[in-house]
């Protein structure tokens, strides 16, 4: 049950309150069935009072209807440093009704999602390091575009990738060099397109003229 003074929360609030239950039954607060009741309970809980109503009697006036705790900017911190970690927690990248990018300096983490529904998402790797050296992406474009650039050496595999009347454009290799990692990309084209290629030239030079300048700084 939810009251007009409730929020929406997220995975993060979820896990926060299941990790107070399992606490509780190892002090003898709850019973075995009671947690798994619970759980269960949190795992669909959309606000915070349905927080509330499973966890106020465990901790008087920690959890009420309409308040959950604040994590601290370490905890923020931390959770952000674990997106891309999990299969069921991607680093998502949406285009929205703009397009999006990452670029630049970046860690490529194990799992990732591009969303291109009528709009670009472009995903430079070419300043990037990667985390693991399988990546799995879910590609979904329904009408825009997912553009993935590559340095030399790393690979993509599109074999889990259903193109419907989409375009599929791989110009890259299938089998990494040593110690370099590959894309195994999955999901729906749709109408949209997916394309894996290299550095074109201006995107070169473009890196030549950055790793000088950082040269510079190193040596200046």
Not at 23 to 34: F, K, V
Not at 61 to 69: C, D, E, I, K, L
Not at 111 to 134: K, S, Y
Not at 139 to 164: C, I, K, M, S, Y
């Amino acid at each position: 049950m939810s009251t007009g003074e409730d929020f929406r929360i997220g995975q993060a609030e979820r896990d926060q309150a299941i990790a107070e239950l399992r606490r509780a039954a190892e002090d003898g607060r709850l019973t075995a069935p009671e947690l798994d009741e619970r759980t269960e309970r949190v795992r669909g809980a959309r606000t915070s009072g349905d927080l509330g109503m499973v966890l106020t009697d465990l901790r008087p006036g920690a959890f009420v209807p309409g308040s959950v705790a604040v994590p601290t900017a370490a905890e923020a911190l931390a959770a952000l440093a674990n997106v891309g970690q999990r299969p069921e927690a991607p680093l998502l990248l949406n285009a929205g009704l703009s397009g999006t990018k990452r670029t630049g300096s970046w860690l490529v983490p194990p799992f990732m999602a591009a969303q291109a529904g009528i709009e670009t998402v472009r995903i430079d790797c070419l300043q990037a390091r990667a985390a693991t050296e399988v990546i799995q992406l879910d590609v979904e474009a329904t009408l825009g575009t997912v553009v993935l650039v590559l340095p030399e050496g790393w690979a993509v595999n599109v074999d889990q990738l259903t193109r419907g009347i989409g375009t599929v454009k791989v110009k890259v290799p299938g089998i990494p060099a040593a110690g370099c990692p590959v894309f195994i990309v999955r999901g729906s084209m749709g109408m949209g397109t997916f394309k894996a290629r290299p550095a074109n030239r201006l995107e070169r030079w473009r890196l030549r003229r950055a790793r000088e300048r950082e040269q510079r700084s190193l040596t200046g």
